[in-house]
């Protein structure tokens, strides 16, 4: 598995690659910003992979001149190296996967949630596969189409009732990757991709947008991208399992990256190598491409990675043997004889011993340093203040039950006391699921004073007093013969209205300018309780401050760890603040808009949780 010579360079990130580690950033966040001195923790390379304390693991496949896995060999077969050292195999075996459940497995096969998904990932017996497709480097014609009919079929029939698939381009942020196991779902996705090569408008963030105006070339900076989402991709991979992953790369190979190609390339094979993540490359062009040094690039990728390139018109065989190759593998377990915690590359050359056979491993790892482990350390021990956390909790899962979003908001009445505004929004179904009748809802609000309201809630909501403190609300949502079809029951917190406090930020979405500009001239639009919407739409989020004259007032956009992405303009409207946010410029996941009061030695805080749809 030699790397081609022009790949043949040092490993240190050039600023080129540090540049192209925040622009992934900012395409979650939907700004560009300036460029750090080093890469993102999340982007950096991961920790070894290691089976026990001391063990470093390999995965090997082994393939026949048919490009079929061996499945007969014994660990006496192999033969290792570490930087050129023979290693002594201490750990050996042979896993068959072939994507179905054994006779009394108790495997739950449709994936609930995020968390199931992580849980089902970390199975040996389970295959992970993601399909990145590169939209930024596929023909917006004939290799989109082609590519799209064979991804297609392919979807509907390689996979296996356990296996793990998820879809990704170059504009995903990884805490948007979901796997699944509902082949319809794939093949719906598979519907909405599009070839966007030569393609610059209509933009799909604000940053591709700025990628018009830049020095380097629009072409430059979408290869960027891909190679740092890539990259990404194959480390989230290599966070939710130590055993081997598949990644399908849909692309006809970047361009434009000049002198520093090679160093971005190899950095993404070692971030690959360390992650135990083989990319499967797969050119749409097919037999087409002739000697395209783009093609080079592809074939480095997966020779050094332990996958495969394609050059190929028959792109279902193609893809079919990366779930061939993924069904039989070999385990290889040792010890390092000279062993350092250096933080620097160490290159693993696997090898058998009979004739006529193709070895594809991983090419090395990196050796962890005393600072990375303790970093990870930290890491793992990071918890979501209780605020975040409680407000991401109001993103339903997609396989929530509930028929109807409920949002409760308080806010200072004329009277100066508190004002609490309910208002239920009916849910969209999910996929293959019918609608269910909602035709009205009820609700009761009680706290240590007694009930504050109990009564019917229409469409435009309803508003009530409730004084300072813990209030309890039940609603019930009804269908037209007056049965309950759903019931949330939701704890809010009454705010001192002495104090320095934010109204609860009520969302208004519009879909046209039209309803844009009706719901900026209407200060009393009723607000919606969806938090998931359109990547088309644009919210308008209004609120107010109390309990100070002059406070300042700073909203920011964060990921769904409370980190901080970008910060978003507020503007004074109606007697209180609003915020435009055009959600086409924030890539698809979950999100918090964070908004923060300071006024002297007082600080308040609210936060608004989004989930962005394609």
Known sequence: ?????????????????????????????????????????????????????????????????????????????????????????????????????????????????????????????????????????????????????????????????????AFMDPLTPTEAIRFTRDRLALAETVRTLRGRSGVYVPARSVLEEAHMYSREGVERLRSQVTLTALKAAAAHLGALRQGRKSIIFISEGMRGLGRDEPLMIEDLIRTANDSNTAIYAINPLGLTIGRNPRFDMLQALSDNTGGESFATNDFERAMQRVVEQSSAFYLLGYAPAQRALDGKFHRIRVRVKQPGLEVRARAGYWA??????????????KTL??????????????????????????????????VVQLVWTPRRPAAGEPAID??????????????????AVGAAGVSFEAAPGPLEITLDARNAAGDIVDRQVREIAIPDPARLWISSPAVIPTSTPLELRAARKEPGTVPTAAREFSGDERLLIRFGVSGADAPTVTARLLNNHGDSLTSLPVSRAHGGYELDIPLRSIARGDFLIGIQANAGSERADAYVPLRILR
């Open 1 to 165: 598995m030699a790397m081609p010579q022009r790949y043949r360079r040092g490993t240190r990130h050039s600023a080129a690659c540090a540049c192209c580690a925040l622009a992934f950033l900012a395409l979650g966040a939907g700004q560009s910003q300036q460029p750090p001195t080093q890469p993102p923790a999340d982007l950096q390379r991961p920790p070894a992979i290691r089976s026990g304390a001391e063990l470093v693991r390999v995965d090997v496949n082994v393939i026949n001149s048919k490009g079929l896995p061996v499945t007969s060999l014994t660990a006496d077969d192999f033969e290792v190296r570490e930087d050129g050292v023979p290693q002594a195999i201490q750990s050996f075996q042979f896993v068959a996967v072939n994507g179905h459940p054994d006779e009394g497995d108790d495997v739950s096969l449709p994936i609930r949630s995020r968390d199931h998904a992580s849980a089902e990932a970390a199975r040996d017996d389970v295959r992970v596969f993601l399909i990145f497709w590169d939209e930024y480097h596929i023909n917006r014609m004939r290799s989109a189409m082609i590519a799209k009919e064979h991804l297609t079929r392919f979807v509907r029939r390689a996979f296996g009732p356990k296996d793990l698939v």
């Open 368 to 381: 962890p340093t005393l600072r990375d482990m303790k970093r990870a350390e930290e890491q793992a021990a």
């Open 385 to 418: 203040p209780p605020a975040i956390a409680d407000a991401l909790a109001d993103l339903l899962p997609a396989t929530s039950r509930h028929t109807v979003d409920l949002w409760a908001g308080v806010s200072a009445g004329a009277s100066g006391r508190p």
């Open 438 to 455: 909602v035709a009205g809802a009820t609700a009761v609000a009680t706290a240590d004073a007694g009930t504050a309201f109990d009564g």
